[in-house]
């Protein structure tokens, strides 16, 4: 990675914001620190001044000599020249002393050590002042002072540096490594792109946001799959259905065309030319209409419908018709079952089941409907003594226009339990298809809604 790279990282610069604050936390408590050590020191240093000034001060007033060569003892005793004394007369004649003698004021200062004539590269610390009618400097080297804000000073460029490197180092580390796994994520998003739904990230196992977010990934990448490969089936499926039906229609027209050719009546081929066109138009009506239902835009028209009440009309309506199939129709729909949902929709749905009752059952079928609200919950089924659906068929019979092979001579378009399944699923309710043994049994479970009236 280039570090014009490194430089566009989050990463990376959230290292190094974090490392620039640490290191101004730590100037400022070095400045602070060292602030604090150096008035201490300084404090001790004049106190030790004064201290010295205050011994020789003691000293007999009446005895100069006696002073002079305490003095001279002193600075035997410093010949780095630590400490320094000058003692002058009242005549301003030096008496003793191991600098120069130039004018210093009374008091405290800080003189620089070429103007007292000593070798070494420190200030000096100077208390002046009157003793026994005489004039005595004493002043004390500044060498540890400044020696010690040498050694706090290169400490910490020193510190700063090693940090400043390994805050580097760590954020060129951490953006690196998420630069990797990034970079396998838009690869993969762009195998995606591309058109391979198969593709998944892959997790480092350490359950971190990364990960997460390439969970999430891998679970839409995989419904779009699901989704996508539904899709493909139903084209595929609507595509081979409707070539049947069609070549139906042509074979009626060409019949048609054949009869008029010799002048034979053609009313009958176009009638049926005519009934067949109807049955594909029904079929393509019958797909837009479940395919509007599934986009969902209905469910704005939601409003409470009694389920038991509606079930027990829908059921009326097919009493006669089952009876002159042979067979009977009953309804146990009990109390009221209120659930929100499209009305119009629900009796569509729970006519084509009472429908493929009395279609795909032989006569002597008893068909029984019931609704009640058991909990939270409303159940709806419809249910006959048919022969049913075997178990490997059940799902199968909800995708469009499929219909068994003994249905296939019937009458229908093998759409009418897709319109249910896009009923049930836009209601946010479950679909299951049972066998009542003998027979089918469908029921639907719905949410409850308080009631209304
Ligand atoms: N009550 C039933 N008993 C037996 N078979 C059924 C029943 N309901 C549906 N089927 C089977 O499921 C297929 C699909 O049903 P459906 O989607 O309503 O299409 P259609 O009724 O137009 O054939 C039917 O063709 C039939 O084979
Ligand atoms: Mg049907």
Not at 156 to 169: G, K, R, T, Y
Request: charged share 20%.
């Amino acid at each position: 990675m280039r570090p014009a790279d490194l430089w566009r990282h989050s990463s990376f610069r959230l290292a190094l914001g974090v490392t620039l604050a640490v290191l101004a936390a730590l100037i400022l408590v070095g400045a602070i620190g060292y602030t604090v050590l150096h008035r201490q020191l300084a404090d001790r240093q004049d106190a030790r001044l004064l201290e010295i000034f205050t011994t020789l001060q003691q000293s007999d007033a009446a005895d100069q000599q006696d002073l002079i060569e305490a003095i001279a003892a002193r600075i035997t005793a410093s010949p780095t020249h630590a400490s320094v004394f000058l003692l002058r007369d009242a005549t301003g004649k030096v008496l003793v002393g191991n600098i120069n003698d130039v004018p210093i004021g009374s008091g405290w200062s800080t003189v620089e050590a070429e103007v007292l004539g000593v070798q070494t590269d420190y200030p000096y610390r100077v208390y002046a002042g009157e003793l026994h009618g005489d004039y005595l400097v004493v002043g004390l080297s500044n060498a540890d002072l400044d020696d010690l804000a040498e050694i706090i000073l290169t400490g910490f460029i020193w510190s700063a540096v090693a940090i400043l490197i390994a805050a580097i180092a760590a954020g060129a580390w951490v953006a690196a490594r998420l630069q990797r796994r990034l970079t396998e994520v838009t690869a993969g998003l762009h195998r995606v792109a591309g058109g391979d739904l198969s593709t998944r990230l892959t997790l480092s196992g350490r359950g971190d946001d990364l990960d997460l977010i390439s969970g999430e990934i891998n679970h839409t990448v995989g419904r779009l799959g699901a989704l996508v490969e539904a899709m493909r089936q139903v084209s595929a499926d609507i595509a081979h259905e409707l070539r049947t039906p069609l070549n139906r229609l042509r074979i009626h027209i060409e019949q048609a065309a054949r009869n008029a050719a010799v002048s034979a009546p053609v009313e009958d081929d176009l009638a049926a030319a005519i009934a067949q066109s109807e049955a594909i138009d029904q079929t393509f009506s019958a797909l837009l209409r479940i395919a509007q239902i599934e986009a969902g835009a209905r469910r704005e028209k939601f409003a409470p419908v009694d389920l038991a009440a509606l079930l027990a009309d829908v059921a009326d309506v097919y009493v006669e018709v089952a009876e002159d199939a042979g067979q009977t129709l009953s309804c146990d729909a009990g109390g009221a079952a209120w659930v929100m949902g499209d009305k119009e929709l629900l009796t569509q749905t729970f006519a084509n089941l009472i429908e493929n009752a009395i279609r795909h059952c032989p006569s002597g079928t008893a068909i029984t409907c019931t609704a009640q609200a058991v909990g939270n919950q409303v159940t709806a089924s419809v249910s006959d003594t048919g022969p049913g659906i075997p178990a490997g068929e059940r799902e199968l019979v909800l995708r469009r226009l499929y219909r068994l092979e003994k249905s296939r001579t019937t009458e229908g378009t093998g759409l009418g339990l897709s319109l249910v399944k896009a009923v049930v699923d836009l209601h946010g309710a479950e679909l299951a298809l049972a066998d009542a043994r003998p027979g089918l049994r469908v029921e639907m479970r719905f949410a409850r809604i308080v009631g209304a009236s």
